[in-house]
């Protein structure tokens, strides 16, 4: 009888063992699905003819080249500082990287261009999703 008693702890024992497990591990399993959430949201007035409009706390830039308009995310590619916008170009102060204002990279180095985002029009205004 003692034996049968040890057996059944034991297996209840490694039951709530693998269901403690798996209820941890879930989230590593099943990938999570996120919404496009508005990151930013900007009346098409505002966005100059020529030129960008930068919104530093947010680390984006909205650039108008003709009838196109689209964000450029001001994170370095090379570490991560924040680039700043000139007239010309987007120049990365701490190691030198110097952007187009289409984002490709002009000067090293950075070897990759910086991240266009996601534009959506919504009536007279411009959002950024993330």
Known sequence: MEKVGKSRRRFI????FVIASVSLLWKFFIPRISEKKPLLRVARADIPASGALVFRKSKVAFVKKGNDVYALSLVCTHLGCTVNVTTRE????CHGSIFGLSGEVLK???DRPLERLTVEEQGEFFVVVS
């Open 13 to 16: 024992k490694a039951v709530a």
């Open 90 to 93: 987007l120049v990365c102060p």
């Open 108 to 110: 090293g180095p950075s």
